[in-house]
């Protein structure tokens, strides 16, 4: 039953799609700016992303912000908008979709050559909107035709529909501090800590529900512009791991996420801090708009996270923008180690993991370059597997993305992993990826794009089994 429903659904997203496209073929002016954002400030793709889902300087801030552009808000939020515009249009400003995935895939290695036509693996409905000056909502929707699985100890792939990777609300909680005393200022019904002129402090911001903490990383996992590949599974086993940002990567072979299902908790999944979304409480505030601070705890696995992170972006002159990122992550209980008896079988022994590192991020005109060196060390391996086990492990990932022009976007990214874990299955890593994404509007954008596998290719290496990889796929917004 799940099976049809996904189905149904899909073909539900899938049919505005067909037909969005075509009006979009058939005008000959460029598509209105749509996704929730852009309709509910009238605003261009490009106010908040450098090319979508890239933010710039003012999306980021517009994000640290609930959502909100203090000179814009309506002061009785959502009950203004439909007073104003009606409930059919404050609904549908609300909505967004996004469609990304491959068109084709060509995978070279030693003993054989795939190439395969793929559809879309992945159709997401956002619902955003802020809801009262200090109130927004942002949940996503994901269908996910081709979706992994693990369930009785193997790898399937089935139709998945279900929440997203994030689904929260944020509440500025300003208002909580005016009350206890601090000075605090007003401006589209929103409450800011500090004097006009004098020290000022945007927030504290509550994040809470399946959140993704990393959003104000200087460099923030979830807006990739080089997309993860996708994990391939056969006979119930890994056969090739994602080509992902290991900087973010768990690093570590042989854990396990749980004792029960025995799931293994794989090299290249995104993990702690840098995960794409996990449930938990987050809370920030900005000050004098330099400075960010952040802490929270985010569930994971059977066991959960708690992190500190810290931004000062140290310059912004307009075309020239300087940010830098701190984090320290600890995470109580958060895998499980390996049965020393039987590597294969999780053992009883959950683990705590450190993680800490530093991101950086450029732009100057139209180029942009990020960063990020991030170290995971494990707390609690049983004593038998010293031996056999690294529990240290380090991850680089170097970003750059340069606008040729308007319609064109170049991406390159290096991935550098310094695996741990079971040392006769751990593998470093090296990979190279570049992409040119062309933007025929602002919202639909065709991509090619190669990873080449800079070591030795291994036969028998989920992570190393390949050599190069050339996706051509399709991003859609509207
Ligand atoms: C007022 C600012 C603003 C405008 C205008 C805007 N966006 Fe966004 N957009 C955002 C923010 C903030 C997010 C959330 C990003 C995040 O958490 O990573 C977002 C997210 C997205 C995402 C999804 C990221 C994901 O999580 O998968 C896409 C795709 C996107 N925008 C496309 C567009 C397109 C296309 C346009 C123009 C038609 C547009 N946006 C206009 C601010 C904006």
């Not at 990777?165 to 500025?172: D, H, V």
């Not at 090739?240 to 299902?261: C, M, Q, T």
């Not at 005109?365 to 086990?389: M, T």
Request: hydrophobic share 45%; charged share 20%.
């Amino acid at each position: 039953m799940p099976k049809q429903l996904a189905v149904v659904i899909l073909a539900a997203a899938g049919l505005p799609a067909l037909v969005a496209g075509l009006v979009a073929f058939a005008s000959p002016w460029p598509v209105e700016a749509v996704p929730a954002f852009a309709r509910q400030y009238d605003l261009q793709c490009n106010a908040c992303h450098t090319r979508p889902p890239r933010l710039n300087r003012f999306g980021e801030q517009f994000h640290m912000m609930g959502f909100q552009i203090p000179s814009a808000a309506r002061p009785r939020g959502i009950v203004s908008s439909v007073r104003e515009d009606g409930a059919l249009k404050t609904l549908i400003d609300s909505l967004a979709l996004r469609i990304e995935g491959g068109l084709f895939e060509y995978t070279a290695s030693p003993r054989e050559t795939e190439t395969k036509f793929v559809a879309p693996d992945e159709i997401t409905l956002f619902v955003a909107r802020p809801l009262l000056p200090e109130l927004s909502i942002f949940v996503e929707i994901e269908g996910e035709p081709n979706a992994v699985a693990f369930e009785n100890r193997r790898y399937f792939t089935r139709g998945q529909v279900g929440l997203g990777k994030e689904a929260f609300f944020m509440l500025n909680l300003g208002r909580l501090l005016g009350l206890l005393g601090a000075p605090t200022m007003e401006m589209g019904g929103q409450t800011m800590v500090g004097k006009h002129g004098g020290f000022s402090m945007h927030g504290p911001m509550l994040m809470a529900g399946k959140v993704d903490p990393n959003t104000n990383f200087s460099y923030a996992t979830n807006r990739q512009l080089i997309a993860l590949t996708e994990l391939e599974v056969a006979h119930g086993e890994v056969e090739r791991l994602p080509i992902v940002p290991y900087a973010f990567a768990s690093k570590f072979f042989g854990l396990f996420k749980n004792r029960d299902e025995r799931e293994p908790q794989l090299v290249t999944d995104q993990v702690m801090y840098n995960t794409s979304g996990a449930p938990g409480a987050d809370v920030h505030a900005m000050f004098n708009d330099v400075v960010l601070g952040q802490i929270g705890f985010l569930r994971e696995n059977e066991g959960f996270n708690t992190y500190a992170a810290a931004r000062f972006d140290l310059l912004d002159r307009g075309e020239l923008t300087f940010n830098i990122s701190a984090l320290v992550n600890w995470g109580f209980g958060v895998a499980r180690a390996p049965d020393p008896e039987d590597p294969s079988q999780p053992g009883g022994n959950r683990l705590d993991r450190l993680r800490y590192g530093i991101a950086a991020n450029v732009r100057w005109k139209q180029l942009d370059v990020y960063g990020a060196l991030i170290w995971d060390r494990l707390y609690g391996l049983p004593g038998e597997l010293r031996g056999s086990f690294d529990r240290t492990a380090t991850g680089l990932t170097i970003q750059a993305d340069y606008l040729v022009y308007e319609k064109i976007m170049l991406s390159s990214r290096f991935d550098q992993l310094w695996a741990g874990g079971l040392k006769d299955e751990k593998r470093d890593g090296s990979v190279l990826s570049v992409q040119a994404k062309f933007y025929p509007w602002q919202n639909i954008a065709f991509f090619v794009r190669d990873s080449v596998n800079l070591r030795s290719f291994v036969e028998d290496s989920p992570l190393r089994n390949w050599r190069n990889q050339l996706f051509i796929g399709i991003d859609w917004d509207f």
